[in-house]
């Protein structure tokens, strides 16, 4: 069946570690997103790729990382910049970045110990 | 950037209910989708809009793109114990470069058996 795929569900890491969150899609859509959630609050972007190798910073950044070497895979590197990173994070795919329905992974929750 | 409010924040209802939620936004989008998130899971699209005025329906769900492109409805009608969640609205503007949707901080649903 088609769609998103995101590893691991659950993941704890130490203050000072990076932590990389997978996020692999077989809808065939160009565009990946990375969103996150925290209690109360909508959806914040991370960073966003429309193609393979160019992505763009969203709205909150900062301590976060991306790679996308390939159109199915979009990884995201939670790094020990980041000062609040225990969340709720989001993948999300769609055709392109201008139009069409969203479509999410089921999400990664990370906890800092 | 763009603001969206969502209300009600929460709703506590009685099953076989129905159920109204509103988005509004300050800017006028060409797009609005609504979204379904149960705990620890990844938001589910379950209506998208695309013209002022579209009227759509999903099962009991029928949602509306409202006339001035800046306000959208969700309906649920005979409401049911799975029908419990958060629901999200998310909006694109229209034209320019900007591709990022918008969303709302939801509507918590609580059904009473």
């Known amino acids: 069946d088609g769609g998103i795929t995101q590893s691991p569900k659950y993941l704890f890491r130490k203050e000072g570690q990076n932590v990389t969150l997978s996020c692999e899609q077989n809808l065939n859509h160009d565009a990946m997103y990375w969103y996150r959630q925290d209690p109360g609050q909508g959806l914040r972007l991370i960073y966003y790729s429309q193609i393979v190798n160019d992505f763009q910073k969203g709205d909150i950044a900062e301590g976060y990382s991306v790679s996308r070497e390939k159109k199915e895979s979009f990884p995201l590197t939670v790094t020990s910049a980041q000062k609040n990173p225990t969340a709720f994070y989001l993948c999300?795919?769609?055709?392109?970045?201008?139009?069409?329905?969203?479509?999410f992974g089921e999400g990664s929750r990370l906890t800092v110990l | 950037g763009q603001q969206l409010n969502q209300s009600p924040q929460s709703m506590f209802i009685q099953e076989g209910e129905d159920v109204s939620m509103n988005c509004t936004s300050s800017s006028i989008f060409n797009t609005w989708l609504w979204y379904k998130q149960e705990p620890g899971e990844g938001p589910v699209l379950l209506i998208a809009?695309?013209?002022?005025?579209e009227l759509t329906s999903n099962g009991r769900l029928t949602a509306q793109f409202g006339i001035t492109r800046k306000d959208s409805f969700l309906n649920i009608s005979a409401s049911i114990p799975s029908d419990v969640g958060i629901y999200f609205c998310a909006g694109r503007v229209s034209g320019g470069s900007n591709y990022k949707l918008t969303f709302g901080k939801g509507t918590l649903l609580t059904v009473n058996p």
């Open positions: 999300a795919s769609s055709t392109s970045g201008t139009t069409g329905e969203l479509f």
């Open positions: 809009l695309y013209k002022a005025g």
